[in-house]
């Protein structure tokens, strides 16, 4: 069975089936902050979210980013590098793109399994 959880009209923010965990996009709350600090504050949203679906960033199985400027994929980076599970890092993409609004930074979405 399908399972959506903090759902309005338009989106889920996560959903799973079976074992299978997905979030949505996340963005920073407080997009004044720079890089590092928008890239901390959706890391702390995916924790949360993963927490709600039994789950934590040790079972991530891929990640999908999305930088404003690739030119700031080194402070994404540190931040997603303290964060990660070394021992269990995921798949992941990272593209440059225009996010919904100039002043998103970052964009990140996960998949994890539920153990």
Not at 22 to 50: C, F, H, N, Y
Not at 70 to 94: K, L
């Amino acid at each position: 069975m399908i399972q959506r959880q903090h759902s309005n009209q338009r989106m889920s923010q996560l959903v799973s089936f079976a074992n299978l965990i997905w979030t949505a996009g996340q963005v920073a709350k407080d997009p004044s902050e720079g890089m590092a600090g928008q890239t901390r504050q959706i890391l702390a949203q995916i924790d949360a979210l993963l927490a709600d679906a039994g789950t934590d960033k040790s079972n991530l199985i891929s990640a999908n980013i999305w930088l404003s400027d690739i030119r700031q994929f080194a402070q994404m980076n540190e931040v997603w590098d303290a964060w990660v599970d070394s021992e269990n890092p995921p798949v992941r993409a990272c593209v440059e793109s225009r996010l919904a609004r100039p002043e998103l930074l970052v964009e990140i979405q996960v998949v994890a399994v539920k153990p």
